[in-house]
């Protein structure tokens, strides 16, 4: 069965640096577009960041620019989400999902994704 398993989430003080993991078994993650989203308390689930299909063509949202990047490992078949200079506001569940695609668009849309995981909780504060 399909599956993503995102990890890597815990408590990290602000200005501190986190790396999440989204483990994908079932499929080729390759093969797809591949997503970061996340939702705080009260508030929309956003996207983060997108991975096109194979060519890895990548993009993020203003608001993480610069300080968050991106990757995918074909070996591991395991994409991934390095943070950096983390603030409060980061705060949040973060999710990966994936959406089966011909094309190499790096744009994931938050309500079209056609696999997600369970989510990993991501706390800063001090």
């Known amino acids: 069965q399909l599956q993503l398993v995102e990890s890597g989430g815990g408590l990290v003080q602000p200005g501190g640096s986190l790396r999440l993991s989204c483990a994908a078994s079932g499929f080729t993650l390759d093969d797809y577009q591949i997503g970061w989203f996340r939702q705080a308390p009260g508030k929309e689930r956003e996207g983060v960041s997108c991975l096109s299909r194979s060519v890895g063509i990548t993009n993020y949202a203003d608001f993480v620019k610069g300080r968050f990047t991106i990757s995918r490992d074909n070996a591991k078949n395991t994409v991934y989400l390095q943070m950096s200079s983390l603030k409060p506001e980061d705060s949040a569940v973060y999710y990966c999902?994936?959406?089966?695609?011909?094309?190499?668009?790096?744009?994931?849309?938050?309500?079209?994704?056609?696999?997600w995981g369970k989510g990993t909780l991501v706390t800063v504060s001090s």
């Open positions: 999902a994936v959406r089966r695609t011909l094309g190499y668009t790096s744009y994931c849309p938050v309500g079209g994704m056609d696999y």
